[in-house]
């Protein structure tokens, strides 16, 4: 199995997205701000991308969160950690899963009018 931690907070929070917005996301957790919201959790190895963007948004959801005014993110647990213990001399930050490939599943998920509909059954 692999753990995630899914990352979302209110824009009001963070801001307005940018092009380094998860890597600023990660800095926040690992800085433990009280406006950002972790959700850990598992899945098995090799379980592709597409599909860990929607168990976190998943878990979003049933957390009360919505796709209007979010930003979020989903990085790999074990980088976190190591990124936490890590010497000042080590300059590995941990990435987010998600990258930039032209569909709506990009490096940050910015909850705004990303695929009207997707959810709706």
Same mark, same amino acid.
């Given at each position: 199995?692999?753990? *995630? #931690?899914?990352?979302?907070?209110?824009?009001?929070?963070?801001?307005?997205? %940018?092009?380094?917005?998860?890597? =600023?996301? &990660?800095?926040? *957790? #690992?800085?433990?701000?009280?406006?950002?919201?972790?959700?850990?959790?598992? %899945?098995?190895?090799?379980?592709? =991308?597409? &599909?860990?963007?929607?168990?976190?948004?998943?878990i979003f959801f049933e957390n009360d969160?919505?796709?209007?005014?979010?930003?979020?993110?989903?990085?790999?647990?074990?980088?976190?950690?190591?990124?936490?213990?890590?010497s000042t001399d080590d300059d590995e930050?941990?990435?987010?899963?998600?990258?930039?490939?032209?569909?709506?599943?990009?490096?940050?998920?910015?909850?705004?009018?990303?695929?009207?509909?997707?959810?709706?059954?």
């Open positions: 199995m692999d753990s *995630y #931690i899914a990352l979302i907070c209110d824009m009001v929070d963070f801001g307005l997205p %940018a092009d380094d917005t998860a890597d =600023e996301l &990660i800095a926040c *957790y #690992i800085e433990e701000v009280d406006w950002l919201t972790a959700y850990p959790f598992s %899945a098995p190895k090799d379980t592709p =991308e597409e &599909i860990i963007t929607r168990v976190a948004r998943g969160w919505t796709m209007s005014e979010t930003v979020s993110t989903v990085i790999f647990a074990d980088q976190v950690e190591e990124a936490k213990t890590a930050e941990p990435e987010s899963i998600l990258e930039d490939d032209g569909s709506a599943d990009i490096e940050v998920d910015v909850m705004v009018d990303l695929e009207p509909g997707i959810f709706d059954d």
